[in-house]
């Protein structure tokens, strides 16, 4: 394997971490429990998870923040933990994306309130895939970058520019999702599909993309998963499609394997909340994938970062070293077979 690595890119933006005993009803009132300042966006996260698991891990990012104390932050923290930032631009024109994460310790959800200014003027022309010596370009968010979700040079998106860009200049390709509604991911997404080699989503996702009730009821079906995943396949290039859900993944592949893998029981008194844990499990897996791993250990190192994640309330704080993680999960144990 003569290409090393993964270059991200599309969101950067400044997580206000914030920890609430419980999520208020409007017109009320609820104190803060603590409060972190952290990377966040798809962008950020995937190449600092992959950096915690494996320092040695090759990254490079590609963003666009504003000139301010914000995108300081951002820059300043991927140089930090060994992430090429050479490819990133600035402008003075426009300020920092920034979300306030909201994390309810009694019921471990998440809720996130965002800021998006500069996100709206990233355009195809920002990513310059010239050179890099990576594997894989992993690219995300579509639904909240105006210019990159609207048509670009006879493309019907800027993702679509940015995806065949990225096979242009030798990378493998790979795509996070918004969890917004069905009609809207179906519009966004499926044209990208004949451009990726991976996808990696939620079950809520998947189920948008193909036009099928995966979660019915607020509960995963997981054969629903499964079918969806194969349809998204039949429909894309991808080599392989993983659906990831509180209980565990479905991951199917174009060469007709499936595989269903319960995910870690996390005692509850670890649970901290659920911030990034689908950002974890995309990097757990995609690092098992690009160093060769049979599937199954992929996803298996995919939950484990999924869950020692879900220790802190920021989307990176707590996922360790590879091995950490997996011994963490195993400790802890697994669900019960799907």
Not at 63 to 68: P, S
Not at 116 to 132: E, I
Not at 314 to 321: E, I, K, L, R
């Amino acid at each position: 394997m003569s290409r090393r690595g993964v270059i991200t890119g599309g969101t950067w933006c400044v997580d206000r971490n914030l920890q609430l005993a419980s999520w208020p009803q409007e017109n009320s009132w609820a104190p803060v429990e603590e409060e972190l300042l952290c990377g966040g966006g798809p962008g950020y996260n995937m190449a600092a998870n992959l950096k915690s698991l494996d320092p040695t891990f090759l990254c490079e990012a590609i963003g666009l923040v504003g000139e301010d104390g914000d995108g300081e932050f951002l820059i300043d923290t991927a140089k930090a933990l060994g992430i090429d930032t050479s490819r990133f631009q600035t402008t003075s024109e426009h300020r920092t994306d920034y979300t306030l994460a909201f994390a309810s310790r009694d019921t471990g959800r998440r809720t996130h309130i965002s800021s998006f200014n500069v996100a709206d003027y990233l355009t195809p022309d920002h990513f310059d895939f010239t050179g890099t010596g990576a594997r894989l370009a992993h690219l995300g968010l579509p639904g909240i970058h105006a210019a990159m979700d609207a048509p670009f040079g006879g493309d019907p998106s800027g993702w679509i520019t940015v995806l065949k860009k990225a096979r242009a200049a030798g990378l493998l390709t790979n795509m996070e999702l918004l969890s917004m509604p069905a009609e809207r991911i179906g519009k966004l997404i499926a044209p990208c599909l004949p451009y990726l080699d991976l996808l990696i989503v939620n079950d809520h996702e998947i189920g948008g993309l193909c036009g099928l009730a995966t979660v019915p009821g607020d509960v995963t079906d997981v054969d629903a998963c499964a079918n969806a995943a194969r349809r998204a396949l039949e429909a894309g290039s991808m080599e392989i499609v993983a659906v990831h859900f509180p209980t565990g993944a479905v991951v199917a592949t174009r060469d007709g394997q499936e595989i269903r893998s319960p995910s870690v029981a996390v005692p509850p008194s670890a649970l901290k909340g659920a911030n990034g844990a689908g950002d974890a499990f995309a990097a757990g897996f995609v690092y098992g994938w690009h160093e060769g791993w049979p599937l199954e250990d992929s996803v298996r190192l995919a939950h484990a970062s999924a869950a020692a994640s879900l220790r802190d309330i920021t989307t990176t704080g707590a996922v360790t070293s590879w091995r950490t993680c997996l011994d963490l999960a195993n400790g802890w144990g697994w669900r019960p077979e799907l």
